[in-house]
């Protein structure tokens, strides 16, 4: 496995909470404009993370297929 259950448990309350601050910005969003700009940035920083491992795992998917490729020629 290449995430611990940990890393799952925490990739995902990350999303959890990202979805519940989008969720609850997007109501205030008529009152308080500002709140864009915050929302934008709280996205950024929850989902960069998650975006690098993401990128992280097809990386090492590639270079498996790269070296499966390799010992087979």
């Given at each position: 496995m290449i995430f611990s259950v940990p890393t799952?448990?925490?990739i995902l309350l990350a999303i959890l909470?990202?979805?519940l601050v989008y969720r609850d910005?997007?109501?205030k969003e008529k009152d308080y404009p500002v709140l864009r700009g915050?929302?934008?940035t709280i996205l950024t920083f929850l989902l960069t993370p998650i975006v690098i491992l993401f990128l992280l795992l097809i990386i090492a998917i590639l270079v498996l297929i790269i070296l499966i490729l390799?010992?087979?020629i």
């Open positions: 799952i448990i925490i909470l990202g979805y910005a997007k109501k915050t929302l934008v390799t010992l087979l």
